[in-house]
């Protein structure tokens, strides 16, 4: 579009974790990234609580709406679209964000679309980096999934190359961080402490690399325990722990199997483009390391900046702003969320395929 004035104003809601986000684009133009999280009141249980993120979903939806919409300058009523993550994630947080969107939609008259949160995680590059090429590579690496995928086309054709077969690599940094009593998020503290520390340090297992293993799979359950083993073995033997190079020794076996892997899937596939998303995608080693591989292998990188790495809203509009541009149906009104939505439906049309951009408005199924 020659004008970018001419390009889709969407507003995008993503509360599929514990990140309430709200996020304003015009095409693959980010205008407004409002996110307010529910992190600290998780902290103490060690991990995400569904029914507290939820209520703090709840609570924080309005006025995190309210402070994008501040932020970008822009009026509800000039929205092309309103974008919202059908799934997958917390089955009662994504109802939240589900019906919020809908009740937007329907009072402002806007058409709703639900989407996906791993395509949205591959999307949201686009803000940062303009147009995703056709076909890239996308590794998203995250708290609850991690998983190599192919993109043809963002909001129709995505591809599963690979996934873990256990345990998501976020969650793998959780869980150490927490044996080494570092706190919750594990990745960001990890991150810092790995950079005093000594990469080689410690020889930890590289799950499913072994010539017989799915090429594209991963595992990261059998280091987990192998690094919580090795540090019940020092403090067994009244050692102190080396939380720097345990904590590098650790993050290079998972970077290096995961930028090993999406490495060879791109030459395999023949796709020169590369782009890693997710929460762990702000790990600065995998960054590093990735950079160096694909500079290698003669493949270009692509990482949004950690901001958009994480979860936000904004990757849900620049998600939606495409389905507008690329004439994708709106969703019906009886948009279900759906925790365990495939990666293969980047959007959710509902249950009534086929329409246009014109809902059959229907107040009955509304909140169904
Ligand atoms: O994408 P995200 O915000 O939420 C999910 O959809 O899961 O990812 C959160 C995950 C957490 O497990 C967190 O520990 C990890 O991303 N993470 C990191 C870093 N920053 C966040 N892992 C490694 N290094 C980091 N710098
Ligand atoms: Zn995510």
Not at 237 to 246: I, M, T
Not at 253 to 277: F, Q, S, Y
Request: negative net charge.
């Amino acid at each position: 579009m020659a004008d970018s004035r001419d390009e889709p104003l969407v507003l995008g809601i993503e509360t599929s974790c514990d990140e309430t986000g709200v996020g304003i684009v015009r095409g693959t133009t980010l205008l407004a990234d409002a996110v307010a999280s529910s992190v600290d009141e998780h902290a103490r249980f060690g991990g995400v609580v569904p029914e507290v993120a939820s209520r703090a979903h709840l609570e924080a939806m309005v006025p995190t709406i309210d402070r994008a919409l501040k932020e970008a300058g822009v009026s509800a009523r000039d929205l092309d679209g309103i974008a919202v993550t059908a799934g997958p994630g917390l089955a009662g947080a994504l109802l939240v964000g589900v019906s919020a969107a809908k009740a937007y939609a329907y009072a402002l008259g806007k058409p709703l679309y639900g989407v996906n949160h791993l395509a949205s995680h591959i999307c949201v590059d686009q803000l940062e980096h303009g147009a995703l090429p056709e076909p890239t590579m996308a590794l998203l690496v995250s708290g609850g999934h991690s998983s190599l995928l192919l993109s043809t086309d963002i909001t129709s054709d995505i591809r599963p190359m690979g996934a873990t077969i256990d345990d998501a690599a976020g969650e793998a940094f959780d869980k150490i961080a927490r044996v080494l009593n570092l706190g919750f998020p594990g990745g960001p503290v990890i991150d810092r402490h790995a950079r005093e520390g000594d990469p080689e340090a410690i020889a930890f297992p590289r799950g499913l690399t072994g010539p017989r293993d799915p090429a594209y799979d991963f595992s990261f359950s059998g280091l987990k325990t192998a690094v919580a083993r090795w540090i019940e073995a020092k403090r067994a033997a009244g050692e102190e722990v080396p939380v720097r190079d345990v904590a590098a020794s650790f993050q290079e076996a998972v970077v290096d199997v995961l930028t090993r892997k999406a490495v060879r899937a791109c030459k395999d596939e023949g796709v020169d483009h590369l782009m890693i998303g997710g929460g762990v995608a702000a790990n600065s080693r995998l960054r590093a390391l990735a950079q160096e591989r694909c500079e290698a292998a003669g493949i270009r990188l692509r990482v949004p900046r950690p901001k958009l790495c994480t979860d936000n809203g904004a990757m849900v509009a620049a998600l939606g702003a495409e389905m507008v541009a690329r004439n994708r149906a709106a969703s019906s009104w009886d948009l279900p969320a759906d925790s365990s939505l495939p990666v293969t439906e980047p959007h959710v049309p509902g249950h009534h395929h086929g329409h246009d951009h014109v809902h059959e408005v229907s107040k009955e199924n509304l909140y169904s």
